[in-house]
């Protein structure tokens, strides 16, 4: 006789409410919510003012750059990524993107979006841009 059994979840498993979402950061024009180890990966919900440069924050980093990988969407606004061998482009509103490690970014204009990211890496990453912002006063 087939095993008809399945792997049920409860559905708090399989989906999270942005106001759920844990805050990880806030300030003028900043919201940064991250939901860490969801499904393996942190899930994240951003609003950043246009001129946030994440360049400074990832100084000391293998090439100064972002080693995390991040899939996403673009809610609104733009969101200027280069990448480690110079070339850059624009992702902006209704945009799925998907960026590999070896990167930087500058938010052009007031962005809005949703990113996924491997936890591991992504916690890497965050806990050196904390430290930095301690540096930098920020």
Known sequence: MPNNSYVTFKPIDMKINKKSIPVTMEGPGTVMRTQENFGGMSVCFNELPKGTDFTPLLNGLDND???C???GYVLSGKLQVIYDNGT???ITDGDVFYLPKGHTAIVQEDLKLIEF???KEFGEVMTHVGKKMAELGG
């Open 69 to 71: 990988p991040h899939w």
């Open 117 to 119: 990211n491997p936890s």
């Open 88 to 90: 850059e482009e624009i």
């Open 65 to 67: 750059s972002c080693h």
